[in-house]
């Protein structure tokens, strides 16, 4: 059996990013892997909830919490098919995720290296960051929402 690549596990967040199409959402999507396993997965919520937490790596965090029975993410990848944004990073750092995966970078809000690099910032966890996974596939899914949503 092959061992799964980081454009594998991205693969099933584009999948997990295109369960929003009812919603309205954003297409963001995250899973959240531990030995070699998918334990989480999450998209945006924030049309269909009403709420500004509603962010797919959120999402994703809290179901690893509670599938794992702990707010520490020790050992864990969390692959997001867009750079995280400054309260989602917080949620990484504060989680204790070892590995944060993402596909597309994102300019206005990207706070893994992007706009800005919490990861340089002296909290007391480091995740190891790794961007452009499947980039353009991450590109596309969110340019066709905005494109689709303008018309």
């Not at 954003?26 to 892997?33: A, E, K, L």
């Not at 020790?74 to 867009?82: Q, R, W």
């Not at 750092?93 to 070892?98: G, H, L």
Request: charged fraction near 20%.
């Amino acid at each position: 059996m092959r061992k799964l690549q980081h454009s594998d596990y991205m693969d099933l967040a584009i999948e997990e990013a295109k369960r929003t199409h009812a919603s309205q959402d954003v297409p963001i999507g995250c899973v959240i892997v531990k030995d070699g396993c998918v334990i989480a997965r999450g998209h945006n919520t924030r049309e269909q909830n009403h709420t500004a937490l509603g962010h797919a790596e959120i999402n994703a965090i809290a179901a690893a919490c509670e599938t794992v029975g702990s707010w520490r993410l020790s050992g864990c990848t969390l692959y997001v098919t867009l750079e995280p944004c400054p309260m989602c990073m917080g949620a990484i750092i504060n989680a204790r995720i070892d590995t944060v995966v993402f596909g597309a970078y994102d300019v206005k809000a990207g706070c893994a290296g992007t706009l800005c690099d919490f990861c340089r910032m002296g909290f007391n966890h480091t995740p190891q960051v790794i961007g452009g996974i499947r980039e353009f596939a991450c590109k596309a899914l969110l340019s066709e929402f905005f494109e689709t949503l303008r018309k």
